[in-house]
């Protein structure tokens, strides 16, 4: 493959690259609360999941791998939240999921 064509077949995979590398930089550490997977299973956030698996995949072949972690982080928020009896106070997913937040 020529450069060019690699760079245009890269170019999606580094673009959600760089957003999510903007939002652990620049957003995440100000939210003040952390991703409910990490919390409750330790590991990598979902935001460090979703780069990775965008980097092994691709954008499109990575659309399932990453909503089952957003799923995954769903549960992890549910055993975490007043029924589960967690002691956090707050947690999110990057994914549009609603996260219950507990203040």
Known sequence: MTDVRHRVATAPRR???RLIRGYQRHLSPRKGYTCAHLVARGGQS???AVR???AQRGV???IVPTMLRFA???RAALMLGP???GNVSGVCC????PIPFRF
Do not use: K, T
Request: charged share 10%; aromatic share 4%; net charge neutral.
């Open 72 to 74: 995954a982080c769903y």
């Open 52 to 54: 990775g698996i965008i």
């Open 94 to 97: 990057c994914g549009p999921i």
């Open 15 to 17: 673009g959600v690259d």
């Open 83 to 85: 029924v589960g009896g």
């Open 60 to 62: 499109i072949r990575g």
């Open 46 to 48: 979902c935001s460090a």
